[in-house]
């Protein structure tokens, strides 16, 4: 049991990578901030707004204090990007949360984060590409282009969409998704659904990831300065709209209609907003210079991101009754309610269009590029198998990592729900934030010596305070998301156990052990499953 918690030191990650050769080197401090702003500015603020605000069946909306749900969420976000700005500094290699636990917290904490990781970036990819298919349907209508509800939606949207229509919805969205249903062709007696769209821009996004990561940043860099310009200008025009009325009316509720509760279960739901900025830190092997530019990267991305949702937040709420925002679409709702004229709202309709797909294009770019570079950190140390970190010859890039990403996260793009992946894209990242808060604390008791280009200020407190804020946060989502996490964890460590236990480089530096079964941790697995089911879930 002893061997679990081994850690790996950072001197052995360094020489890992100068005995197997290393990513090419060639992102500046402005790259990895336009790729951490690619990677937050996206599915979330466009598609999840609405619910943080209205509420949704599990937990009350926040209202105008959305304001303040983004406040509380970046100061927990805050805490987290200064111990990933330390770590990132300190252990310039690509992985993210799972190198720096494998650092301070040991190999089996490591596999742990490691496995969590996948939800945060190929889950969360998967919610970002049906986000974006529905906006990129909504800009090409207007140029004449329809495509067939079948085509564009998941089987889950257009089912729950028919029974809306049996039970005398009339809304011309809700229609359009029902359609699938009636009009799909058939295999058998089960309709195809299959949202085209979402498929082809992950596929695509793959593509460009095999040939090279400057290239994808270069594309990233001209995608961010367009979406930041469209939000802007959002901003801009709502500034000439706002009736201060719409923030303290007290028939809709006043300024905080559901309490401190709304305004915590709003920063739960709008905490997808945030999820990227760490992704800076899964290109530290390709940052020119990773001690001065990776806590740069970090910090100013998420500071950039900040102002920009309070002043997007406080415009939204201040045109528009805050009960009229809970659609898909929140921008555009407040628009179409804030009393401008017939040709703004038109123009704003497509400019939002716009925004909303490229927004979420460079997303899933910066998520693509982070998730095959996982992957080949836990194969490097033989947590995975050693295929996942072949490099291709020529562009030097992970090239098999990333087309099986690609792979997955297109199929499930192309038929899952988004309600079903933004919650749990989410416990998953704030528990990834939670290990690498505890992980700076430890590293520094067990590594004191080691140079720090850049160091938490008040350790332990300020790591202590966002586990705390974390926790938080994790607290406010559902049930249900919290049984999901739970299993999803509980398949991670049987396959620990069953493959990567025994081919850890760390713990059989000769080769991989003899196949033989980990009763004990299996038993002490299964048994704290038991318990956390009890325990937890006994009032789902």
């Known amino acids: 049991m002893h061997g679990l918690f081994t850690r790996k030191s950072v001197a052995d990650c360094e020489q890992d990578i100068a005995e197997r050769g290393g990513l090419k080197r060639s992102l500046t401090k402005w790259h990895l901030t336009a790729l951490g702003v690619g ?70 904490v490591a596999w742990i984060i490691g496995w ?24 090409i209508e207007y140029f004449g282009i329809h495509l067939p509800a079948w085509l564009a939606t998941d089987y889950r949207s257009a089912s729950d969409a028919a029974a809306a229509v049996a039970g005398g919805a009339t809304e011309a969205g809700v229609l359009y998704l029902a359609s699938a249903i009636t009009n799909a062709p058939h295999l058998g007696s089960v309709p195809i659904i299959f949202n085209l769209p979402a498929f082809l821009a992950v596929m695509a996004i793959t593509a460009v990831l095999v040939k090279g990561v400057k290239e994808s940043a270069d594309s990233n860099n001209v995608m ?8 802007l200008f959002f901003i ?4 000439f709209l706002i009736k201060p009325s719409n923030w303290t009316d007290p028939v809709q509720g006043g300024f905080m209609p559901n309490g401190f509760a709304g305004v915590g279960a709003g920063a739960a739901i709008i905490f997808f907003s945030y999820i990227g900025f760490d992704a800076v830190s899964t290109a530290a092997e390709e940052a020119k210079d990773p001690a001065r530019d990776m806590p740069f990267g970090i910090i100013m991305s998420l500071v950039i991101c900040t102002v920009l949702y309070i002043a997007l ?6 045109i528009a009754p805050w009960k009229m925002l809970g659609t898909a679409e929140p921008m555009l709702t407040a628009l179409e309610h804030s009393g401008g004229s017939p040709v703004l709202l038109n123009v704003s309709r497509f400019i939002i269009a716009l925004g909303a797909v490229i927004a979420m294009f460079s997303v899933l770019l910066v998520f693509q590029l982070g998730q095959p570079r996982i992957f080949m950190s836990m194969s490097r140390d033989g947590l995975l198998p050693p295929f996942l970190a072949k ?69 332990p407190f300020t790591p202590l305070v966002s586990v705390v804020a974390c926790f938080y946060l994790m607290y406010q989502l559902p049930c249900i998301t919290w049984r999901r996490f739970s299993w999803w964890l509980l398949a991670g460590l049987v396959i620990y ?13 000769n080769g991989p052990a003899p196949f033989k079964l980990l009763w004990i941790p299996l038993v002490g697995v299964a048994a704290a499953a038991a318990l956390l089911h009890y325990v937890v879930f006994a009032s789902c």
């Open 313 to 318: 937040s406080a415009v939204m709420t201040g």
């Open 116 to 139: 969590d990781l996948i939800i945060e970036y190929a889950v969360g990819n998967i919610g970002v590409a049906i986000g974006w298919s529905g906006h990129f349907r909504e800009l």
């Open 497 to 509: 156990f069953l493959y990567g236990a025994f081919h850890s480089r760390l713990r059989n530096p």
């Open 236 to 239: 801009a025009v709502g500034a």
């Open 391 to 459: 490099l291709h010859p020529r562009f030097k890039t992970p090239y098999v990592g990333t087309i099986l990403t690609g792979l997955f996260v297109a199929t499930f793009a192309a038929t899952a729900n988004i309600a079903e992946v933004v919650d749990l894209t989410n416990i998953g990242t704030l528990f990834a934030f939670v290990l690498v808060s505890l992980g700076v604390i430890v590293l520094r008791y067990k590594e004191p010596e080691r140079p720090r280009p850049f160091r938490v200020p008040w350790v």
């Open 39 to 108: 990677a937050t500015i996206g599915a979330g603020i466009f598609a999840t707004t609405g619910t943080a605000i209205v509420g949704d069946a599990y937990r009350p909306g926040a209202g105008p204090a959305i304001i303040l749900s983004f406040v509380l969420t970046a100061v927990a976000c805050g805490f987290a990007a200064l111990c990933y700005a330390e770590f990132a500094a300190m252990v310039p290699i690509a992985g993210s949360a799972y190198t720096y636990a494998y650092a301070s917290l040991g190999e089996f």
């Open 224 to 231: 961010v300065l367009l979406k930041v310009g469209l939000i």
